[in-house]
């Protein structure tokens, strides 16, 4: 089981940028999939979640309103638009899945991870 996240990079504030994450060796249609961040000397936080179906999503009030979570069941991806970027968005951002119907905001409650990929966004 993999999760592959992509898509990050160096942009400057107010950039907008879009992570995928592809999961491989079984189906996550089902499951929750979410996206937290973890910047330098801090922990690893929240940012949004989604539910199987799509129609469950919840985001950090840090995002709310910048961010978009997505995901294309079909391809086994979830996505996160990200648009007016700040330097605080700066972190590895990683993408995670959890078995279960329920939308859940602490990574404790995640089966399956990704890597992460980095966003730096300069002021």
């Known amino acids: 089981v993999q999760l592959q996240a992509s898509g990050g990079g160096l942009v400057t504030a107010g950039d907008s940028l879009r992570l995928s994450c592809t999961a491989s060796?079984?189906?996550?249609?089902?499951?929750?999939m979410g996206w937290f961040r973890q910047a330098p000397g801090k922990e690893r936080d929240f940012v949004a979640a989604i539910a199987g179906s799509g129609g469950g999503i919840y985001y950090a009030d840090s995002v709310k309103g910048r961010f978009t979570i997505s995901r294309d069941n079909a391809k086994n991806t979830v996505y996160l638009q990200m648009n007016s970027l700040k330097p605080e968005d700066t972190a590895v951002y990683y993408c995670?899945?959890?078995?279960?119907?329920?939308?859940?905001?602490?990574?404790?409650?995640?089966?399956?991870w990704g890597q992460g990929t980095q966003v730096t966004v300069s002021s």
């Open positions: 060796g079984r189906t996550f249609s089902r499951d929750v």
């Open positions: 995670a899945a959890r078995s279960s119907l329920w939308v859940a905001i602490t990574q404790t409650e995640y089966n399956y």
